[in-house]
């Protein structure tokens, strides 16, 4: 079970929240070619490491969140709001 | 305008009929009470870049600070609520159909939208010595008193439904704040973890 501390709501349980996917991806510019657009929507890295996500807190303050998680340890390092760049650990 | 008030009706008259009067459950403890509140809710959400105007105009027309998250402010004639950022609910005695959102948007202009959910929500209140006992079986919200207290208000899941928490006073007496369509759902979970306090309607 992972536990995330909201920035509004403070420490919650996983249940609140919708997993969003990848918060590192930027959406193209609105000329960039197919192929630009095919990879926004669908290639994604899958790492066994730490991961920036949305974490969606939809049965709290309904606020879109940038959490940083290792995805073997599930360990939440840093959790920001979604206009912040929360800093990645390099290990 | 000569347009009459509509009738004022009974959005919560089906959620208190769910509560039979009388006692409940385990006997020779200390029961909690439940009980259905007759009020009116009012969503508001500060327009982009206007939290300062909607708070300003809230506090001239009703004479308190809107609260910070996590808080309550105000008092059981209008109450406010923490939601989200920028975003509050405003809870009165049940009134005239309508008027509290029309004060409320008479009160902010255009630095808030106004919302009236009173017939959307329903607020049941859950209150007695072992009130947080029995809540704490059904959030997962840190409700001890170092966390937790009067005047907090805590969005969360109960029962796999949304509910806005709120701790009203010491007893301690809390509000639970459900969408009506749900409500006889989060009821039969809320009284079905009462029955080991026991519980009293009256
Ligand atoms: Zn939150």
């Known amino acids: 079970m992972i536990r995330i501390d909201c920035p509004w709501c403070g420490m919650r349980d996983e249940a609140e929240f919708t997993y969003r996917g990848d918060a590192t991806v930027t959406r193209p510019g609105a000329n960039a070619p197919e192929e630009a657009f095919h990879d926004f929507v669908y290639a994604r890295k899958n790492p066994r490491g730490w991961h920036v996500e949305w974490w969606y807190h939809s049965s709290g303050c309904r606020q879109y969140l940038k959490v940083?998680?290792?995805?073997?340890?599930?360990?939440v390092r840093t959790v920001a709001r979604a206009t912040e760049t929360p800093e990645v650990p390099s290990e | 305008m000569s347009v009459s008030e509509p009738p004022t009706s009974a959005p919560h008259a089906a959620v208190a009929a769910l509560l039979k009067p009388g006692a409940h459950g385990a006997t020779g403890g200390q029961p909690v009470r439940l009980a259905v509140r007759d009020v009116d809710i009012v969503q508001l959400l500060a327009r982009k870049g206007r939290a300062e105007d909607a708070a300003?105009?809230?506090?001239?027309?009703?004479?308190?600070?809107?609260?910070?998250?996590?808080?309550?402010?105000?008092?059981?004639?209008?109450a406010a609520l923490w939601i989200q950022p920028d975003g509050w609910f405003l809870i009165a005695p049940r009134g005239t159909e309508g008027a509290l959102a029309r004060a409320v948007k008479a009160a902010v202009g255009d630095a808030g939208s106004v919302v009236d959910q009173t017939h959307g929500r329903s607020v049941i209140t859950l209150s007695g010595a072992r009130a947080t006992w029995v809540l704490?079986?059904?959030?997962?919200?840190?409700?001890?008193?170092?966390?937790?207290?009067?005047?907090r208000v805590a969005s969360t899941q109960i029962a796999h439904l949304a509910c806005t928490i709120h701790q009203r006073d010491a007893g301690p007496t809390y509000d639970l704040i459900v969408f009506t369509t749900f409500a006889k759902s989060f009821m039969e979970s809320l009284t079905h973890a009462a029955e080991e306090t026991g519980y009293v309607v009256s």
Do not use: N, Q
Request: glycine share 12%.
């Open chain 1, 68 to 75: 940083v998680r290792h995805t073997m340890t599930h360990e």
């Open chain 2, 56 to 78: 300003a105009a809230i506090k001239a027309a009703y004479g308190f600070d809107l609260p910070s998250p996590g808080r309550s402010a105000g008092g059981d004639a209008l």
């Open chain 2, 136 to 151: 704490a079986k059904e959030c997962r919200v840190d409700l001890h008193p170092a966390a937790f207290g009067p005047g």
